[in-house]
Every structure is written in C-alpha cells, then in structure tokens.
C-alpha cells in the first residue's frame, strides 16, 4: 500500500533534498547564534539592573595582559646550573633527591 506523500518531500528529488538538508542546517546555526545573542542581551540587562556585570554573575574573571611573566629562579642545582626552580609547584627531582641526604637543606641550594 502507497503512503501519501507527507510535505511534499516524497516529490522531491535526491539533491533538490539534499540541497534542502543543507539549507536547514545553515539555517539551524543561524538560529542558534541569533537566541543565544539574544539570551546573553536579556541576561546582562538583568544584571546590570542588580548593579552587577554578567562576568561578576557567571564567575567569570578577566585576564590582564594575557600569560603571566616567568617567575625568577630560587633554587639552582650545583651540579648542573641549568636545572633551576621558582619555588613554585611540585619540587624537581634533582632537588627531592639532594634533600634525601643528610645535612642537607633546601638554603644550600639557594640564588
């Protein structure tokens, strides 16, 4: 038994639908960007009527000047003057290894 063509898509052809899927998924991402922009307007309008900014509300912070400067180094190896460290993070493993030592400590390895 024939269906009844639903739409009219039963009377097209492969790439009239084809044509029409792409069409409808540009038009799917417009949407998409056009709500969006129009949620972002309406949130920070609410925000602002707080006295609030929507970064302070999304706990969003703002970056000044992009990345962070290197830090100097505190601490250099003897052995090696290349390896060096800030201070900052996870201890090297030239430096956990010298600590194992007796009589030694992190001011020998000091700037």
Same mark, same amino acid.
């Given at each position: 038994m024939a269906r009844a063509p639903q739409n009219g898509l039963d009377e097209l052809g492969l790439k009239e639908l084809i044509d029409l899927q792409e069409?409808? %998924?540009v038009a799917i991402v417009e949407r998409q960007q056009t709500e969006r922009a129009e949620i972002k307007s309406k949130m920070a309008a609410l925000a602002a009527e707080a006295g609030m900014s929507l970064d302070e509300i999304l +706990?969003? @912070? %703002? $970056?000044? +000047?992009?990345? %962070?400067? !290197?830090?100097?180094? &505190?601490? @250099?190896? !003897? =052995?090696?003057? =290349?390896? $060096?460290?800030? +201070?900052r993070g996870r201890k090297p493993n030239w430096l956990v290894e010298k600590l &194992? %030592?007796? +009589?030694?400590?992190m001011e020998d390895f000091a700037i």
């Amino acid at each position: 038994m024939a269906r009844a063509p639903q739409n009219g898509l039963d009377e097209l052809g492969l790439k009239e639908l084809i044509d029409l899927q792409e069409r409808v %998924k540009v038009a799917i991402v417009e949407r998409q960007q056009t709500e969006r922009a129009e949620i972002k307007s309406k949130m920070a309008a609410l925000a602002a009527e707080a006295g609030m900014s929507l970064d302070e509300i999304l +706990g969003l @912070r %703002k $970056t000044r +000047g992009g990345s %962070k400067a !290197p830090v100097a180094p &505190k601490f @250099r190896n !003897p =052995e090696n003057p =290349e390896e $060096t460290w800030s +201070g900052r993070g996870r201890k090297p493993n030239w430096l956990v290894e010298k600590l &194992k %030592k007796r +009589g030694v400590s992190m001011e020998d390895f000091a700037i």
